[in-house]
């Protein structure tokens, strides 16, 4: 796996926009285009009808004009908007590896965002914590893609989540429908109602990022463990192998019932962790929608 940069000035800003170009090109070529719907149908043409054509395609005004039976044609709009609504609260600075969750969510958005700017779709972004933090307007080429990444550099100022405000807020300042993509660790409980609100204006896609010690605890004696969003502390015990079930438990309960979550509203999920690849599952989601949307 590629070495992430760290997304602290211009020039690794550079370096991102290069190793994602090669990931678009090499891995994600063919896999972006069509698995997403455009904003509807527009008009193309008016021809003569042909037998198998629907009648209520008929043009009436042509028709009594010309003497002859023509239809209206429609095709769907392909320009997309297309929005990465991402997670930069405090647990996102976790990491137990190489790959912390936040500049491995910057890796992600990028991919996705340059896969949409090569597709001549609109991207934007909405960066949050407790707060708002940024929000970039959907627009299309290059160098609005370079301002979506470099806009990750931002240094928020809260450390909290809140994924209900986030998603409220890309409601009401993007009317149209969108693919909206939202990255985040999900450790917020309450977040159904936003989910399902926003599900039903756009399309939502959540991808949720995972760090291995979020999967298991390692035996390293007494550890003083801090909450990275409200400061506080807990002294626990690893030696004891209770001690560490029952969190690991309690971890693996709380990404089930945020999978089970997704599921029951229909909503796409892209589960992805930060010591594993993530190209294939990234193509196994363009696959799968490829394949739903060729039997609707």
Same mark, same amino acid.
């Given at each position: 796996?590629?070495?992430?940069?760290?997304?602290?000035? %211009?020039?690794?800003?550079?370096?991102?926009?290069?190793?994602?170009?090669?990931?678009?090109?090499?891995?994600?070529?063919?896999?972006?285009?069509?698995?997403? $719907?455009?904003?509807?149908?527009?008009?193309?043409?008016?021809?003569?009808?042909?037998?198998?054509?629907?009648?209520?395609?008929?043009?009436?005004?042509?028709? @009594?004009?010309?003497? %002859?039976?023509?239809?209206?044609?429609?095709?769907?709009?392909?320009?997309?908007?297309?929005?990465?609504?991402? #997670?930069?609260?405090?647990?996102?600075?976790?990491? &137990?590896?190489?790959? *912390?969750?936040?500049?491995?969510? @910057?890796?992600?958005?990028? !991919?996705?965002?340059?896969?949409?700017? *090569? +597709?001549?779709?609109?991207?934007?972004?909405?960066?949050?914590?407790?707060?708002?933090? $940024?929000? !970039?307007?959907?627009?299309?080429?290059?160098?609005?893609?370079?301002?979506? !990444?470099?806009?990750?550099?931002?240094?928020?100022?809260?450390?909290?989540?809140? =994924?209900?405000?986030?998603?409220?807020?890309?409601?009401?300042?993007? *009317?149209?429908?969108?693919?909206?993509?939202?990255?985040?660790?999900?450790?917020?409980?309450? =977040?159904?109602? @936003?989910?399902?609100?926003?599900? &039903? $204006?756009?399309?939502?896609?959540?991808?949720? =990022?995972?760090?291995?010690?979020?999967?298991?605890?390692?035996?390293?004696?007494?550890?003083?463990?801090?909450?990275?969003?409200?400061?506080?502390?807990?002294?626990?015990?690893?030696? +004891?192998?209770?001690?560490?079930?029952?969190?690991?438990?309690?971890? %693996?309960?709380?990404?089930?019932?945020?999978?089970?979550?997704?599921?029951?509203?229909?909503?796409?999920? =892209?589960?992805? *962790?930060?010591?594993? #690849?993530?190209?294939?599952?990234?193509?196994?989601?363009?696959?799968?929608?490829?394949?739903?949307? &060729?039997?609707?």
């Amino acid at each position: 796996m590629p070495a992430i940069p760290l997304l602290d000035d %211009a020039a690794s800003v550079r370096k991102l926009e290069i190793m994602t170009r090669r990931i678009v090109n090499e891995v994600m070529a063919g896999e972006y285009h069509s698995v997403f $719907r455009g904003q509807g149908m527009e008009f193309s043409e008016v021809r003569e009808y042909q037998p198998g054509d629907d009648i209520r395609t008929i043009d009436w005004n042509v028709t @009594a004009r010309t003497g %002859a039976p023509h239809v209206k044609r429609y095709v769907e709009q392909r320009e997309l908007t297309v929005i990465f609504a991402v #997670d930069v609260s405090g647990s996102t600075l976790f990491g &137990s590896h190489a790959r *912390r969750k936040r500049p491995f969510a @910057a890796l992600i958005t990028a !991919i996705l965002a340059f896969s949409a700017i *090569r +597709n001549n779709d609109r991207v934007g972004l909405l960066l949050f914590s407790d707060r708002v933090e $940024r929000f !970039i307007r959907p627009r299309k080429g290059r160098k609005h893609g370079l301002r979506v !990444i470099s806009e990750l550099l931002h240094e928020p100022e809260g450390r909290g989540t809140d =994924i209900p405000l986030a998603l409220r807020t890309l409601n009401r300042l993007e *009317r149209r429908k969108a693919v909206v993509f939202l990255l985040s660790d999900f450790q917020q409980p309450g =977040i159904r109602q @936003a989910l399902s609100v926003t599900n &039903s $204006r756009h399309d939502l896609v959540a991808i949720s =990022i995972t760090d291995p010690r979020e999967l298991t605890v390692p035996d390293v004696g007494l550890v003083q463990i801090e909450d990275s969003e409200t400061g506080g502390r807990l002294l626990i015990d690893t030696s +004891n192998a209770g001690v560490r079930r029952r969190i690991e438990e309690e971890m %693996a309960r709380r990404r089930e019932e945020t999978a089970r979550l997704l599921r029951s509203l229909r909503v796409d999920h =892209i589960a992805l *962790r930060t010591d594993r #690849d993530f190209a294939r599952p990234l193509v196994e989601f363009f696959e799968r929608r490829a394949a739903r949307l &060729s039997h609707e």
